[in-house]
């Protein structure tokens, strides 16, 4: 492919970098099929099949003046090598955003939320190590989730966007940091039968890195949705149905067992109560006895 470039007042681009340059970025993008053989500017253009970016120095593409350097055949012609070349095949980046569109909002708003409940609705002294290993799961599923969004990031240039950067925290606090503190929660109820700074951190941060996660998700839909057209309006609005139908269930059944542990404490603080009473009564009576003639 040959470009012949005439340049007056774009010697600078919209970032600030000269455009004579010896990394100048282009783009390019390609379609197969039949060619747009037309001279109507508005014309349908297809979507591409592929598109691409490369890097050329163009210190070594500078000519002479011409009136026009599309006619003039005695214009200099050099021959410029790309550089740092990226190809990108569009129906397989639309498979990549499909999949990481769809594990980690799975992950996220439906697996993390109800396997952390799950303690709360089967209590047992299996369950702590069925949450464990459910969440595990979910954690390998995030992660992969996040693996198939990098290579996305990648493809669209986007590697440090605001909601790559917070995908990046969430998913590597959760694995930093929750196996290890519920597993020191975990050896401490064993022992002790109570709760630890390692349970409270445990729960609290888990609660922060799920609503974190899930905020990111609805960013991540806004997002795409901004930026490309075959994405349903609905996407974004179905999503957030989810997240309040999810919170909503989340917190009722916190809630519930939270009245359930009180009214236990209740309950047995009124059987040791009663007890006690029961005690001193009959102690009473026995030293009543005791004093008959």
Same mark, same amino acid.
């Given at each position: 492919?040959?470009?012949?470039?005439?340049?007056?007042?774009?010697?600078?681009?919209?970032?600030?970098?000269?455009?004579?340059?010896?990394?100048?970025?282009?783009?390019?993008?390609?379609?197969?099929?039949?060619?747009?053989?037309?001279?109507?500017?508005?014309?349908?253009?297809?979507?591409?099949?592929?598109?691409?970016?490369?890097?050329?120095?163009?210190?070594?593409?500078?000519?002479?003046?011409?009136?026009?350097?599309?006619?003039?055949?005695?214009?200099?012609?050099?021959?410029?090598?790309?550089?740092?070349?990226?190809?990108?095949?569009?129906?397989?980046?639309?498979?990549?955003?499909?999949?990481?569109?769809?594990?980690?909002?799975?992950?996220?708003?439906?697996?993390?939320?109800?396997?952390?409940? @799950?303690?709360? *609705?089967?209590? $047992? +002294?299996?369950? #702590?190590?069925?949450?464990?290993?459910?969440?595990?799961?979910? /954690?390998?599923?995030?992660?992969?989730?996040?693996?198939?969004?990098?290579?996305?990031?990648?493809?669209?240039?986007?590697?440090?966007?605001?909601?790559?950067?917070?995908?990046?925290?969430?998913?590597?606090?959760?694995?930093?940091?929750?196996?290890?503190?519920?597993?020191?929660?975990?050896?401490?109820?064993?022992?002790?039968?109570?709760?630890?700074?390692?349970?409270?951190?445990?729960?609290?941060?888990?609660?922060?890195?799920?609503?974190?996660?899930?905020?990111?998700?609805?960013?991540?839909?806004?997002?795409?949705?901004?930026?490309?057209?075959?994405?349903?309006?609905?996407?974004?609005?179905?999503?957030?149905?989810?997240?309040?139908?999810?919170?909503?269930?989340? @917190?009722?059944? *916190?809630?519930? $067992? +939270?009245?359930? #542990?009180?009214?236990?404490?209740?309950?047995?603080?009124?059987? /040791?109560?009663?007890?006690?009473?029961?005690?001193?009564?009959?102690?009473?009576?026995?030293?009543?006895?005791?004093?008959?003639?």
């Amino acid at each position: 492919m040959t470009a012949n470039i005439r340049c007056e007042s774009c010697m600078q681009l919209n970032k600030g970098d000269s455009i004579m340059g010896s990394s100048s970025p282009w783009g390019w993008a390609m379609s197969s099929g039949t060619p747009l053989a037309s001279g109507n500017v508005s014309a349908t253009i297809q979507m591409h099949d592929y598109h691409g970016i490369f890097t050329v120095d163009l210190t070594k593409a500078i000519g002479g003046n011409s009136s026009n350097p599309f006619l003039d055949t005695t214009y200099s012609r050099l021959n410029v090598t790309p550089s740092k070349q990226l190809q990108v095949d569009e129906a397989f980046l639309i498979r990549k955003r499909i999949a990481h569109g769809g594990m980690t909002p799975i992950a996220f708003l439906l697996l993390f939320p109800n396997f952390a409940i @799950l303690i709360h *609705i089967f209590p $047992s +002294r299996y369950v #702590a190590w069925i949450h464990a290993l459910l969440q595990m799961f979910t /954690t390998c599923l995030a992660l992969a989730g996040l693996g198939v969004g990098v290579f996305v990031a990648k493809d669209l240039q986007v590697v440090g966007g605001y909601h790559q950067t917070i995908g990046y925290v969430v998913i590597g606090g959760i694995v930093l940091f929750q196996p290890f503190l519920g597993f020191m929660q975990h050896r401490h109820f064993r022992k002790t039968g109570e709760t630890s700074l390692y349970g409270l951190s445990h729960r609290w941060f888990g609660r922060l890195f799920m609503v974190i996660g899930i905020v990111n998700g609805g960013l991540g839909f806004h997002y795409a949705y901004q930026n490309t057209p075959d994405i349903p309006p609905a996407a974004p609005i179905i999503y957030g149905v989810v997240c309040g139908v999810v919170g909503l269930i989340y @917190l009722f059944v *916190i809630m519930r $067992s +939270r009245r359930k #542990a009180r009214s236990k404490t209740a309950n047995t603080v009124s059987r /040791t109560l009663s007890g006690l009473s029961n005690s001193i009564e009959m102690g009473g009576i026995s030293r009543e006895k005791s004093r008959l003639p």
